[in-house]
């Protein structure tokens, strides 16, 4: 398995059981993770915690972050919003490979409620292990850079300015 840097790792309630199981596995793969994600099922609101994980990713932080929610959805429409970040909701290997090997992938989005611990632990572990191809890639990825300073605005501000008031 490809060595990575530090992985920050976030969650509402419904990807709380699932980051478990990620963390622990993370830990046993030698791999060093920053949890910003919520300790229960008790309801929180999860653009609170994809934000601080995108603006972890893209302001080099963190060198890859994964997000779970229930579904995966929102925190990826949230984490793909923030200039450099790269968030892939993926729901089986083949996705991880190629979303890895084609999109250089560093944000990984999660269904706690859709996809089951095996089969995401086997996501995980396949979109740690692959790498980017570069090569006619860098083409589409040198237009989401050019889309990116067209459509993105000025720095990422602090997140309490971004949603001031409390995570439920």
């Known amino acids: 398995m490809k060595q990575t840097g530090v992985i ?99 944000l990984l989005c999660l269904g706690g409620k859709i996809t089951g611990e095996f089969e995401a632990l086997d996501i995980l572990e396949t979109w740690l292990s692959e790498e980017y191809e570069g090569g006619r890639h860098d083409i589409s990825l040198g237009l989401i850079e050019e889309a990116e300073k067209e459509l993105c605005c000025g720095e990422i501000p602090p997140l309490e300015e971004l949603f001031p008031g409390d995570r439920k």
Request: net charge positive; aromatic share 8%; charged share 25%.
């Open 8 to 106: 920050y790792i976030g969650n509402d309630h419904g990807g709380y059981g699932l980051k478990l199981a990620i963390v622990k596995r993370l830990k046993e793969l030698g791999i060093a993770c920053v949890d910003i994600g919520t300790d229960s099922e008790d309801i929180v609101r999860y653009p609170y915690y994809a934000a601080e994980v995108a603006k972890a990713v893209a302001e080099g932080k963190g060198d890859r972050g994964i997000l779970i929610c229930s579904t995966g959805i929102g925190m990826s429409i949230i984490a793909n919003r923030f200039k450099g970040v790269r968030a892939s909701l993926c729901t089986d290997t083949y996705m991880a490979k190629m979303t890895r090997k084609h999109n250089d992938s560093n």
